[in-house]
């Protein structure tokens, strides 16, 4: 090659294009107010460390304190999806601490930004900070009705005695959804019953210390009823076995009598019940104490549905659903012939 030549002629140096800024990258992180502040999970905290700017719209957000104390600067901001995306520019972090509604103006707006498709956009990660645990949103309950018991003027003057009649309303209208099939009915109808364990143990709560009542809460009755649990399964907590339904159900019993010091079987069966559950229950628990009580030989209706209410207990039939089935199905026949009449 000729040294002379326009291929040997040194040029001006070429350089590369100059390379586009890094678009950084914006994480949106979110708790769960049902969570105690400042219990955040692991990736959160390092995702906060790392930042470089952590920003909140809310300057009384719960999480800020531990924020702070853990030496998290925080920006008590509320940046547009623009300023935001410039906050990102040079390949910065970015972390916005969401308030209780999510930001829903911030992400609309960097979704609009995005589907311009001028804009380098930033990373986009939304990072959970805390989860809800099964039956978390109970204490979304507690707390509603916390203030209804305060606010509400009907609300705040009920008792125990005045919503009583509501108990066996809602337990009916629960049993009714169970034997329809409707699950979406069932649903609803077991939010009906529980509001009702809810309400009664926040009246509880106040007491009635000139009655000599002491007051409990809502955590005392869950408390109680774990421990009952806990006591009454020891094939599922302890070192006991049951292989079939009808062992558990004998555990059950023995445990309740020895806890109840009850001397009698049929102690602890409400005398107020459908007369058929009641007859039924006797049943059940003299059939299960191996009683062998032959029916009084006396004539009567009374008796005979005495008679018939055993025999469906013995057959595994529950006397209460087998008649609601039945007058379901009179009823039927009656408004046929209205329509047919």
């Known amino acids: 090659m000729n040294a002379n030549s326009p291929e040997a002629t040194p040029g001006p140096e070429r350089t590369a294009p100059d ?18 502040p400042g219990l955040l999970s692991w990736p959160a905290w390092q995702a906060l460390h790392a930042a470089d700017r952590v920003l909140c719209a809310d300057g009384a957000h719960p999480q800020l ?6 030496g998290i600067p925080v920006d008590e901001a ?16 970015v972390v916005v601490v969401a308030t209780g509604e999510g930001e829903p103006v911030l992400t609309d707006g960097l979704a ?7 804009i380098a956009m930033p990373e986009l990660e939304l990072l959970p900070a805390s989860y809800d645990l099964p039956g978390a949103r109970l204490l979304d309950l507690v707390q509603v009705m916390d203030r209804i018991r305060v606010e509400c003027p009907w609300s705040s003057q009920q008792t125990h005695e005045g919503l009583a009649k509501y108990g066996i309303e809602e337990a009916y209208e629960l049993v009714e959804a169970i034997e329809e099939g409707d699950r979406d009915e069932l649903r609803e109808e077991l939010g009906d019953v529980l509001l009702q364990v809810v309400f009664h143990a926040r009246i509880a ?27 009454r399964h020891p094939h599922v907590f302890g070192d006991a076995t049951a292989t079939t339904p009808e062992e558990v159900k004998e555990h059950w019993l023995r445990t309740k009598a020895v806890e109840k010091r009850r001397t009698s079987v049929t102690e602890g069966i409400p005398l107020g019940q459908p007369g058929l559950a009641l007859a039924a229950k006797l049943a059940s628990r003299a059939r299960t104490a191996n009683l062998h009580i032959p029916l009084p030989p006396v004539e009567g209706i009374g008796y005979e549905l005495l008679a018939l209410a055993v ?10 659903a087998a008649l609601r089935a039945a007058a379901r199905a009179y009823r039927d026949a009656i408004r046929q012939a209205e329509i047919e009449g």
């Open 19 to 36: 390379a586009a800024p890094a678009p950084g990258r914006i994480i949106l992180l979110t708790t769960s107010h049902r969570v105690a």
């Open 65 to 70: 304190p531990y924020l702070r104390e853990a």
């Open 78 to 93: 509320s940046p547009t999806a623009q300023e935001l995306v410039d906050a990102c520019s040079g390949g910065r972090t």
């Open 112 to 118: 609009r930004l995005a589907g311009t498709g001028r």
């Open 205 to 231: 709560e106040e007491g009635r210390p000139e009655d000599g009542e002491e007051a409990f809460s809502i955590d005392d009755v869950a408390g109680g009823i774990v421990a009952k649990l806990i006591h």
């Open 311 to 320: 025999r469906a207990e013995s057959e595994g039939v529950d006397p209460e």
